[in-house]
C-alpha cells in the first residue's frame, strides 16, 4: 500500500514568499503530524492532527506557520512571508491512532530552501 | 538538559562489525521507545518499537532498554554497507502522543 506521501519534494523560494507544503497520510491514519528538521538537530514538533479534534498547534514557531487538515485526509503547512531560518526539511508523518502502540511513519519530506 | 541525548557521531565502522548505537533520557515517565532509521534524502524509516525493558530482536537488529539506566540501545550484527544511514532513537510516554527525537547518530559502514 501507499505511503505518506509529501510534495513537493523540494522548494526554492525567495525570502518573504509564502509556501504551501502538502502531506497525503496513510489511508486510514487518523493522526498526522509535521516536523521540522534542521541540519544537526533533532526532529522538531511543529502541529498535530487526531480526527475531528482541535489541533495542537503549540510546536508551531510564529504565526507565519499554519497548517490544516481537511477532512480528516490531506493536511497542507503554510509558510508566510517566509525567511531564511525557515530553510530546513519538513517531514510529516501519519499513525493509526494516537494511541501509545501506534508509531509513526514518515513521507520523505519537502526540503525547503529560501534565498 | 536535553529530554534524550544522541552522540551525533559520525561512527565509522569496517563491514561485518557489531555497531551498538546509544540514546539516554531524563524522563522515568517515558514507557515507548523506538529506533529509526534515515537514508539521505529520505524520512525515517521505522526499525524497533519496544515498550518493555529488555531486549527485542528482529533480524541482525537488536533493541535494549534499561529503564532504570534511563538507557536505550540499537545493535546491528553483521553490519553492510546498506546499513550507512543516520539512525534515530524516538522516546513518548503513555500520556501524551508527542514523541521526543534524539538528533541522530550518522553510522557508515564501510566495505
Known amino acids: 500500500g501507499a505511503g505518506v506521501s509529501q510534495s513537493p519534494s523540494n522548494k526554492v523560494t525567495e525570502k518573504g514568499k509564502d509556501v504551501e507544503l502538502r502531506c497525503d497520510p496513510i489511508?486510514?491514519?487518523?493522526?498526522l503530524y509535521w516536523y521540522r528538521q534542521s541540519l544537526g538537530q533533532g526532529l522538531e514538533f511543529l502541529i498535530y492532527?487526531?480526527?475531528?479534534?482541535?489541533?495542537?498547534k503549540s510546536g508551531l514557531p510564529s504565526d507565519r506557520f499554519s497548517a490544516e487538515r481537511t477532512g480528516g485526509s490531506v493536511s497542507t503547512l503554510t509558510i508566510q512571508r517566509t525567511q531564511q531560518e525557515d530553510s530546513a526539511v519538513y517531514l510529516c508523518?501519519?499513525?493509526?491512532?494516537?494511541?501509545?502502540?501506534?508509531?509513526?511513519?514518515f513521507g520523505d519530506g519537502t526540503r525547503l530552501s529560501i534565498l | 538538559q536535553k529530554e534524550v541525548e544522541q552522540d551525533p557521531g559520525p561512527l565509522s565502522v569496517p563491514e561485518g562489525a557489531i555497531v551498538s548505537l546509544n540514546c539516554t533520557y531524563s524522563?522515568?515517565?517515558?514507557?515507548?521507545f523506538m529506533w529509526y532509521r534515515q537514508y539521505s534524502r529520505k524520512g525515517p524509516e521505522l526499525l524497533m518499537y519496544?515498550?518493555?525493558?529488555g531486549n527485542k530482536e528482529d533480524g541482525r537488529f537488536t533493541a535494549q532498554v534499561d529503564k532504570s539506566s534511563k538507557y536505550i540501545s540499537l545493535f546491528i550484527r553483521d553490519s553492510q554497507p546498506s546499513d550507512s544511514a543516520t539512525y534515530l532513537c524516538?522516546?513518548?510516554?503513555?500520556?501524551?502522543?508527542?514523541?521526543?527525537f534524539g538528533t541522530g547518530t550518522r553510522l557508515k559502514v564501510l566495505a
Open positions: 508523518a501519519s499513525s493509526q491512532g494516537s494511541g501509545s502502540n501506534q508509531p509513526q511513519h
Open positions: 489511508s486510514g491514519h487518523t493522526a
Open positions: 492532527f487526531q480526527g475531528n479534534s482541535a489541533p495542537d
Open positions: 524522563n522515568s515517565a517515558f514507557q515507548y
Open positions: 519496544t515498550y518493555s525493558s
Open positions: 524516538a522516546i513518548r510516554d503513555s500520556g501524551t502522543y508527542k514523541y521526543i
